[in-house]
C-alpha cells in the first residue's frame, strides 16, 4: 500500500463500514427482506461483498490478500466447525440440562424458521429452505469476515500493533449488530430500556466473537477457521437446531450462545497466549 493510504487507514475503514451499515439500515428498516419470501437479510452482505472486491482492486490487493488462500481452505473450514461444534455441544447440554432443573423437559428438533404475515413462526423442512439457509449464511460470513477480518485488519495494522487493529476491527463488528435491537424497538417489540441494554450486550458479544476470529487468522494465516466457526454459529445453532420445550422454542438461546462463545474465546485465548509465549523463548 501506499503513503496515502497508509496515512488515512482509519478515515478508510471508517467510510468503508459507516457505507455498509448505511445501507444494512436501509435494508433492515426500508426493504426488510428477512419478512418476504427471501427470508434473510442477504442484500446488504451482496453490497458489501461487491465493495470489498471493489476496495481490493483499488488497493491493489487480492483475496488471497486478505486471507482467502486456498491452500488451507479445507483444513481451516473443518477445524472451525469442529471448534464451533464442541462448544455448542456443551452450551446445549447445559440449556437441555437447566431446562430439566425448571421442570421443563426439551427436546431437538430440525428446521428453519421464518416469519409470516400473520406474525407467526413458520417451521420449514423442505431441503429447499435449508439450501437457501446455509446458502444465504455463506454470503453473510464471507462479506463479514472478509470485510472485518481481512480487509479491516490489513489496512490497520499497516499502521497499528495486531492487537490493537484486531481490538479496533471487533469493536466496528459490534457496532454493526446495534441494528437488530434498534429494529426491535421500533417496531415496539421491546422497551428503551431494553434495547439499550440488547444494544450494549450484543456489542460485547459480537465484539468478543471478533476478536476470537481475528486471532484465529492470526494463528492460521488464513480466513478459514473463523469463518467456519462463523458459519456455525449462524446457521446451525442459530437458524436450524433448535430446542423446544412446554414454554416454546429456543427461550434461552441466547445463554446457549453466550455460553459456547465464551468456552470458544477462551479456548482461542489461551491457545494464542501460548503460541505467542513458545515465539518469545
Not at 435449508?130 to 469476515?145: D, T, Y
Request: hydrophobic share 50%; aromatic share 14%.
Amino acid at each position: 500500500m501506499g503513503r496515502n493510504i497508509k496515512r488515512n487507514a482509519n478515515n478508510l475503514c471508517i467510510a468503508i463500514f459507516l457505507f455498509c451499515l448505511s445501507i444494512r439500515f436501509v435494508e433492515y428498516f426500508l426493504m426488510e427482506t428477512d419478512k418476504t419470501a427471501v427470508g434473510e437479510n442477504v442484500f446488504h452482505k451482496a453490497v458489501g461483498i461487491i465493495v470489498l472486491a471493489a476496495m481490493l482492486k483499488s488497493l491493489h490487493l487480492t483475496w488471497s490478500g486478505i486471507g482467502f488462500q486456498r491452500n488451507g481452505f479445507a483444513s481451516g473450514i473443518l477445524k472451525g466447525l469442529l471448534l464451533g461444534s464442541v462448544c455448542f455441544a456443551i452450551s446445549y447440554g447445559l440449556e437441555l440440562a437447566i431446562l430439566a432443573l425448571q421442570g421443563n423437559p426439551a427436546h431437538f428438533e430440525i428446521y428453519i424458521s421464518s416469519f409470516s404475515f400473520s406474525g407467526s413462526q413458520v417451521k420449514h423442512t423442505d431441503f429447499l429452505f435449508f439450501a437457501l439457509c446455509i446458502g444465504f449464511n455463506i454470503i453473510n460470513v464471507w462479506m463479514e469476515e472478509g470485510v472485518f477480518r481481512g480487509l479491516f485488519l490489513k489496512i490497520f495494522s499497516e499502521t497499528k500493533p495486531f492487537m490493537q487493529a484486531n481490538v479496533i476491527a471487533a469493536f466496528l463488528f459490534g457496532i454493526w449488530h446495534i441494528v437488530m435491537p434498534i429494529r426491535s424497538y421500533r417496531n415496539d417489540e421491546i422497551s428503551f430500556a431494553a434495547m439499550v441494554l440488547m444494544g450494549v450486550g450484543y456489542m460485547i458479544l459480537s465484539g468478543m466473537m471478533g476478536i476470537k476470529w481475528g486471532l484465529l487468522y492470526r494463528m492460521t494465516g488464513n480466513i478459514w477457521a473463523g469463518l467456519g466457526d462463523h458459519l456455525f454459529n449462524n446457521t446451525i445453532a442459530t437458524n436450524m437446531l433448535h430446542i423446544i420445550s412446554p414454554n416454546g422454542a429456543d427461550e434461552l438461546q441466547i445463554v446457549r450462545i453466550m455460553v459456547a462463545q465464551l468456552l470458544s474465546f477462551a479456548f482461542v485465548l489461551t491457545i494464542y497466549d501460548c503460541k505467542n509465549r513458545k515465539a518469545n523463548r
